[in-house]
């Protein structure tokens, strides 16, 4: 029996366009594909070995003969292609009504509210990258300190403050007030605290970011796994995610490296459930950067880190390597893709060289993690246990 699963999500690492996506204003989007072109090829060996380069739609990498993993995609259903989406439904849920989004900004009687409410004006409220917004409006900042607002084709309400204008417990509340403001008919899902530090033309944003999501509409099957008394160990942003619903514990992290620390970590470890990581250089600093150099050698940082992973599994436990949206660094603006994901499974109780095909839901994971320990399947998702084991 399988006594643990450790869910890792590489952030954004989507593989090829869904047949919805055009309807998404996504047209010939492949995250890893078009990168590797991009970048005129990657080196992957490891992510290879166990079966990446086997998934249908995997493009700019050769096949294994043998591979050790079993290996598959999976389309969403849900109606979206944002972070929260992509998780939820990683975790058995089908989001049939998507988030609102602002893509014009925030209306004028939110932001008056707003501004009521934490004492400030602000400056922003457009949509715009993260790097760029604070890099065009950093210095007002400092000499107003008034935070700096904006959005994207998320649905995300974002403030970006300087740490030494507006400390960042003080960030961290005004976060805190936009929460308790964006609910019911203008509700988002989510606040995002960007804490940058530096001068002007020399802004970097800070590893204190925090995610303040909405909760999950029903459960999910990390809140299955946590009353049958499992473990549920949250690494990296999947906390705020699912607003702590269904964790015991949780760590964050600062980047794609200190998350494969965190989590070999967690894996020496004596305990019994659910080890939900999310890496997320990928997509914050190179999807959303539209970098795919940075995203290449991100990739392949993460490859050289993958044998110690595995190297730290038990003869009872499992890796599943997957994604929750795509962020092709070589589109046009700046948010994600509509994409599928990747899906590799190994585990010494693994069969080597499965092919799992292409699933119809992100949640078809949540129904085999459940087959796997033993729980309570989800609504959605159809297990693939039986094909791996």
């Not at 996506?21 to 060996?45: R, Y």
Request: aromatic share 8%.
């Amino acid at each position: 029996m399988i006594q643990r699963v450790n869910i890792l999500v590489l952030d954004s690492v989507g593989i090829g366009e869904l047949p919805d996506s055009p309807a998404f204003g996504d047209n010939g989007v492949n995250t890893f594909g078009n990168l590797v072109k991009a970048c005129g090829g990657i080196h992957i060996p490891n992510l290879l070995k166990l079966g990446f380069g086997n998934i249908e739609g995997v493009e700019g990498v050769e096949a294994s003969e043998s591979p050790l993993g079993a290996y598959g995609r999976a389309a969403e259903i849900s109606n979206g292609k944002d972070t929260t989406t992509g998780h939820w439904e990683i975790a058995g849920l089908h989001i049939e009504q998507p988030f609102q989004t602002y893509p014009d900004g925030f209306p004028k009687f939110i932001m008056d509210a707003f501004e009521e409410k934490i004492g400030r004006k602000t400056l922003g409220n457009i949509p715009a990258s993260g790097t760029e917004i604070i890099e065009r409006l950093g210095e007002e900042h400092m000499q107003t300190g008034s935070p700096i607002i904006y959005t994207s084709a998320d649905s995300v309400f974002q403030i970006a403050a300087h740490e030494e204008i507006i400390p960042i417990d003080e960030l961290y509340r005004i976060c805190e007030i936009a929460r308790e403001m964006l609910v019911g008919e203008v509700q988002v899902a989510r606040v995002i605290a960007r804490p940058f530090t530096g001068s002007p033309g020399k802004f970097e944003r800070t590893s204190n970011r925090r995610d303040y999501s909405v909760s999950p509409f029903a459960p999910t099957l990390l809140d299955t796994a946590k009353d049958k008394g499992l473990d549920v160990i949250a690494v990296g942003k999947i906390e705020d995610i699912f607003n702590g619903q269904g964790i015991t514990e949780a760590v964050h992290t600062k980047d794609n490296m200190d998350g494969v620390d965190q989590t070999i970590a967690y894996l020496k470890k004596e305990n019994r459930g659910i080890i939900f990581t999310n890496l997320v250089d990928f997509d914050a600093k190179y999807g959303h950067r539209r970098d795919p150099e940075g995203y290449r050698l991100a990739l392949e940082a993460f490859d050289q880190r993958l044998p110690e992973l595995l190297e730290n599994l038990g003869e009872d436990d499992i890796i599943i390597l997957t994604a929750d949206h795509g962020n092709d660094p070589t589109y046009m603006g700046t948010d994600h893709t509509r994409e599928y994901i990747p899906i590799v499974v190994y585990g010494k109780k693994v069969k080597q060289n499965v092919n799992i095909g292409t699933r119809s839901s992100f949640a078809d994971i949540a129904a085999t993690v459940a087959d796997l320990l033993d729980l309570e399947k989800p609504a959605v998702g159809v297990s693939f246990k039986d094909l791996i084991i």
